[in-house]
């Protein structure tokens, strides 16, 4: 069982940046891959990013690619989202999630974590 809890989360203008992060209980961690998704008000929830266990591989939806980076370091069982340039639509709750295999779907998944809220304001 890994228990995931993300944080850094919070209200930031259009064009601010946050970084979020997840910590996973497990030591083992750095043998998962990590993947971000949100979900918005009366919408689907939706991939993000995604990082390969030894963080040598990632993944980017389209709608983020260019503007957010994922990260991970093994050493403090944590993986990052850095958000930049951030706009109104990325307002979401965000999720971190974990397996043994790096997926774009939330069924690839099946550890989650509770979710941190970013609310970008124009």
């Known amino acids: 069982q890994v228990r995931l809890v993300e944080s850094g989360g919070g209200l930031v203008q259009a064009g601010g940046s946050l970084r979020l992060s997840c910590a996973a209980s497990?030591?083992?961690?750095?043998?998962?891959?990590m993947g971000w998704f949100r979900q918005a008000p009366g919408k689907e929830r939706d991939f993000v990013a995604a990082?390969?266990?030894?963080?040598?591989?990632?993944y980017y939806a389209d709608s983020v690619k260019g503007r957010f980076t994922i990260s991970r370091g093994n050493a403090k069982n944590t993986v990052y989202l850095q958000m930049n340039s951030l706009k109104t639509e990325d307002t979401a709750v965000y999720y971190c999630?974990?397996?043994?295999?790096?997926?774009?779907?939330?069924?690839?998944?099946?550890?989650w974590g509770q979710g941190t809220q970013v609310t970008v304001s124009s």
């Open positions: 990082i390969n266990w030894r963080g040598s591989s990632t």
């Open positions: 497990q030591r083992t961690f750095n043998s998962y891959a």
């Open positions: 999630a974990a397996d043994q295999v790096m997926g774009n779907r939330d069924y690839d998944y099946d550890y």
